[in-house]
């Protein structure tokens, strides 16, 4: 016997007095059914039967996966396509009346939210008493991405909104040189619809779009 056979006798000696010392072990390791190859089934019939069951179960977990991956991408496709059209309507419009007007409308029936609305730093600037809400906004938004939450505060609400919301996303409304020149507001009566941990690289986006919107729109000081 040359030194290679009678290392892998010892080793094979050593595995199974491991598997006689711990008879449970491929149920509390069920991942090391994979490993094994069973040439016939000399008393082996229910250790062939839980690896295929074992392998029959990770195919059915690999496909459930594959399921929620196609899902994800048939929401995100249709995210884009629908931030295609308003970066095409954003393009259309002429003024600041337009852009005032049709542009909230569009997002509440695009994304099917109850209340939108947008403030601006020129407007709030006319306006004294909205002043103290909008700067808490904006130090909520500091760093120049949207923030989802369900726990707004009343003042912050009450300066977006008219009606009781349960959930909202404020999001800054960025210059292509990333100054913030306003806040857009979308507001949901469903306080589940835009919780705090909530994903904003879609909302980032559409506050680019607007604010790059509104900064051509606004007259020149």
Same mark, same amino acid.
């Given at each position: 016997?040359?030194?290679?056979?009678?290392?892998?006798?010892?080793?094979?000696?050593?595995?199974?007095?491991?598997?006689?010392? %711990?008879?449970?072990?491929?149920?509390?390791?069920?991942?090391?059914?994979?490993?094994?190859?069973?040439?016939? %089934?000399?008393?082996?019939?229910?250790?062939?039967?839980?690896?295929?069951?074992?392998? $029959?179960?990770?195919? &059915?977990?690999?496909?459930?996966?594959?399921?929620?991956?196609?899902?994800?991408?048939?929401?995100?496709?249709?995210?884009?396509?629908?931030?295609?059209?308003?970066?095409?309507?954003?393009?259309?419009?002429?003024?600041?009346?337009?852009?005032?007007?049709?542009?909230?409308?569009?997002?509440? $029936?695009?994304?099917?939210? %109850?209340?939108? &609305?947008? $403030?601006?730093?020129?407007?709030?600037?006319?306006?004294?008493?909205? $002043?103290? &809400?909008?700067?808490?906004?904006?130090?909520?938004?500091?760093?120049?991405?949207?923030?989802?939450?369900?726990?707004?505060?009343?003042?912050?609400?009450?300066?977006?909104?008219?009606?009781?919301?349960?959930?909202?996303?404020?999001?800054?409304?960025?210059?292509?040189?990333?100054?913030?020149?306003?806040?857009?507001?979308?507001?949901?009566?469903?306080?589940?619809?835009?919780?705090?941990?909530?994903?904003? &690289?879609?909302?980032?986006?559409?506050?680019?779009?607007?604010?790059?919107?509104?900064?051509?729109?606004?007259?020149?000081?």
């Amino acid at each position: 016997m040359t030194q290679t056979e009678t290392d892998l006798y010892h080793k094979d000696d050593e595995l199974l007095a491991l598997l006689k010392a %711990n008879p449970d072990i491929f149920q509390r390791h069920p991942e090391l059914l994979e490993l094994i190859s069973l040439n016939d %089934n000399r008393g082996t019939a229910s250790l062939l039967e839980r690896q295929i069951d074992t392998l $029959k179960s990770r195919l &059915a977990q690999f496909r459930s996966q594959h399921s929620e991956l196609i899902e994800v991408a048939r929401e995100n496709e249709q995210i884009s396509d629908s931030f295609s059209r308003i970066l095409c309507q954003l393009i259309g419009f002429e003024n600041l009346s337009e852009f005032a007007g049709e542009f909230p409308q569009a997002l509440r $029936k695009t994304f099917g939210v %109850n209340e939108v &609305a947008f $403030k601006t730093a020129r407007g709030v600037a006319q306006r004294p008493d909205e $002043k103290p &809400a909008y700067e808490d906004a904006l130090r909520r938004l500091s760093h120049q991405h949207a923030v989802c939450d369900e726990r707004w505060p009343s003042g912050i609400l009450k300066l977006f909104f008219s009606e009781a919301i349960g959930s909202a996303a404020l999001i800054p409304m960025l210059t292509s040189d990333r100054q913030t020149i306003g806040i857009l507001a979308l507001g949901s009566n469903d306080a589940s619809r835009y919780t705090h941990d909530l994903g904003t &690289a879609h909302l980032d986006r559409l506050g680019q779009m607007a604010g790059i919107c509104l900064a051509r729109l606004q007259p020149t000081e």
